[in-house]
């Protein structure tokens, strides 16, 4: 593009929960910041664009995509490609789309399965022909057509090129900024930041949090509702699950700031290629140390056991990009 | 032909894997069907290792580590324990058998179990199948 011209921005949304739009409202007055250097050519959350209107864009006319969501539906991935050709930058923007993210966690089953949970088993359901959705149908002669429904969620990386990632869930308002900054700067110099480049923090969350750590142990795992946690200590050392030390920084530690634990929206720091596998490996490492000489095995299995379900807890946000990223075809074990 | 199944070891350098080096000088007899690697303590098993080597096709994943107590570095062996315990889990969680992993304390005197242990393994793996992640391809 021409420095000093004013920026083509599209936004999109594929399996989202709409969050991440408002997140990008949250900006408050700089999303004037944003009206003045940037025209605006997608934005289903907002304005009333047809797909039509991309598709007679020219090749690479628009600038950056803010793509966010997961890729769970045919008509997604048709949109990611459609958008990737139509623009010179693609931005993961939001956890979603970064790693799979909360969508991401139907990966532990599959179509068939999904489809019979939701169109045949639940209580409220009254569907005796059993019918689930169909990608085509023939009604007076003319052809009614549904985006197909993948076997599984995608990140938005695995379907297109992706050029940056704005993670979080939704991404944190400070983050952002700092990709309208990175948009103002691009509109002024033409200059833009390296390739892969994550725009959070490049160290683990525990590291911009504010609690105090003593290296306790711990061996009774505790809930959030069960009590109300002390306000200076690391809610990790309380039995909270905080998933910290294993996940990126850059929210500005919010949860934790809520008296919440991390959740690990962030994905996992820069080093690491599986979250879920560096986060058990940070768990395991604090759970009932301290006596373990006399710890036996049913000791021991029965503080893991405290962890009901590993998989959501330490994948919550990144299963779909985990080494094993989705549940067996012919399961050996329910 | 009979389904040979491919195992993936991770030995610490102090107990099992001289275990391993024990169970070969003195000849002891165990399936050719585990690939051996040497770490120097069990608790340096990222389980993303783990989880690679069942990713790449291992039908089953062995870590042999120095009994309670006896850790060079004091408590690798007991995370590593935790770890795989939670590793199990999750491992039929995505609908593949925990058998598949198998942990063991293994001294640097028993080459005789370690044997035995591989032994076992190697028959468990056999019954099981191959890796159901090898039919997704
Ligand atoms: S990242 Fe979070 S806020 Fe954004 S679409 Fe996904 S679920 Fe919603
Ligand atoms: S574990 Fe959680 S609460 Fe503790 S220091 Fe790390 S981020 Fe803070
Ligand atoms: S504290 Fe954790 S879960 Fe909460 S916003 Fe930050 S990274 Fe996400
Ligand atoms: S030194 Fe052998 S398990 Fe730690």
């Known amino acids: 593009m021409a420095e000093g011209k004013k920026v083509k921005l599209a936004l999109y949304w594929a399996a989202t929960c709409g969050g991440c739009d408002v997140a990008t409202l949250d900006i408050e007055e700089r999303i004037l910041d944003l009206a003045a250097i940037a025209d605006i050519v997608l934005w289903p959350v907002a304005m009333d664009f047809k797909y039509e209107d991309v598709e007679t864009l020219e090749d690479g006319s628009v600038d950056i995509c803010?793509?966010?969501?997961?890729?769970?539906?045919?008509?997604?991935?048709?949109?990611?490609?459609?958008?990737?050709?139509?623009?010179?930058?693609?931005?993961?923007?939001?956890?979603?789309?970064?790693?799979?993210?909360?969508?991401?966690?139907?990966?532990?089953?599959?179509?068939?399965?999904?489809f019979n949970i939701a169109y045949k088993e639940t209580v409220s359901?009254?569907?005796?022909?059993?019918?689930?959705?169909?990608?085509?149908?023939?009604?007076?002669?003319?052809?009614?057509?549904?985006?197909?429904?993948?076997?599984?969620?995608?990140?938005?990386?695995?379907v297109?090129?992706?050029?940056?990632?704005?993670?979080?869930?939704?991404?944190?308002?400070?983050?952002?900024?700092?990709?309208?900054?990175?948009?103002?700067?691009?509109?002024?110099?033409?200059?833009?930041?390296?390739?892969?480049?994550?725009?959070?923090?490049?160290?683990?969350?525990?590291?911009?949090?504010?609690?105090?750590?003593?290296?306790?142990?711990?061996k009774e795992i505790r809930r959030p509702q069960d009590f109300l946690p002390d306000t200076e200590k690391c809610l990790l050392e309380q039995g909270l699950?905080?998933?910290?030390?294993?996940?990126?920084?850059?929210?500005?530690?919010?949860?934790?700031?809520?008296?919440?634990?991390?959740?690990?929206?962030?994905?996992?720091?820069?080093?690491?290629?599986?979250?879920?596998?560096?986060?058990?490996?940070?768990?395991?490492?604090?759970?009932?140390?301290?006596e373990e000489t006399e710890l036996t095995e049913e000791q021991l299995t029965a503080i893991t056991d405290q962890i009901k379900d590993p998989l959501g807890t330490f994948y919550r946000f990144t299963l779909p990009v985990a080494l094993l990223n989705k549940v067996v075809q012919k399961k050996e074990v329910e | 032909m009979s389904f040979e199944p491919k195992i993936i070891g991770f030995a610490c350098n102090w107990c099992t894997y001289a275990g391993a080096d024990l169970a070969g000088t003195s000849r002891l007899k165990y399936p050719p069907n585990i690939r051996l690697i040497r770490v120097m303590c069990t608790g340096r098993i990222d389980p993303e290792f783990i989880l690679a080597a069942f990713a790449r096709?291992?039908?089953?994943?062995?870590?042999?580590?120095?009994?309670?107590?006896?850790?060079?570095?004091?408590?690798?062996?007991?995370?590593?324990?935790?770890?795989?315990?939670?590793?199990?889990?999750?491992?039929?969680?995505?609908?593949?058998?925990?058998e598949r992993l198998r942990m063991e304390f293994i001294s640097a005197a028993e080459g005789a179990k370690f044997a035995q242990v591989i032994r076992e393994f190697t028959e468990k793996l056999k019954e099981l199948g191959p890796s159901p992640l090898k039919a997704e391809e």
């Open chain 1, 66 to 114: 803010l793509f966010n969501g997961a890729v769970r539906l045919g008509e997604h991935e048709e949109l990611a490609k459609l958008l990737r050709q139509k623009c010179k930058v693609m931005v993961a923007f939001g956890s979603c789309a970064c790693f799979g993210g909360i969508p991401g966690l139907a990966n532990v089953a599959n179509r068939e399965q999904i």
């Open chain 1, 125 to 158: 359901t009254e569907n005796p022909e059993g019918v689930t959705p169909q990608t085509e149908l023939e009604v007076d002669g003319k052809k009614l057509t549904l985006p197909v429904f993948f076997d599984e969620v995608f990140a938005l990386d695995r």
């Open chain 1, 160 to 218: 297109v090129d992706v050029d940056y990632y704005v993670p979080g869930c939704p991404p944190a308002v400070e983050r952002i900024n700092d990709l309208v900054d990175i948009v103002a700067k691009y509109a002024e110099t033409g200059e833009l930041p390296p390739k892969g480049a994550v725009i959070a923090s490049e160290k683990a969350l525990c590291e911009e949090c504010p609690r105090k750590r003593e290296e306790k142990r711990i």
């Open chain 1, 241 to 290: 699950i905080c998933l910290g030390p294993a996940t990126r920084g850059g929210c500005g530690a919010r949860c934790i700031n809520a008296n919440m634990p991390c959740r690990g929206c962030y994905g996992p720091t820069a080093a690491v290629r599986d979250h879920g596998a560096s986060v058990l490996s940070a768990i395991a490492s604090v759970l009932g140390l301290e």
């Open chain 2, 57 to 98: 096709g291992a039908d089953g994943v062995f870590v042999g580590g120095c009994h309670p107590g006896d850790c060079h570095y004091m408590s690798g062996n007991y995370k590593a324990k935790r770890r795989i315990e939670l590793l199990r889990k999750m491992l039929a969680q995505l609908g593949i058998s925990p």
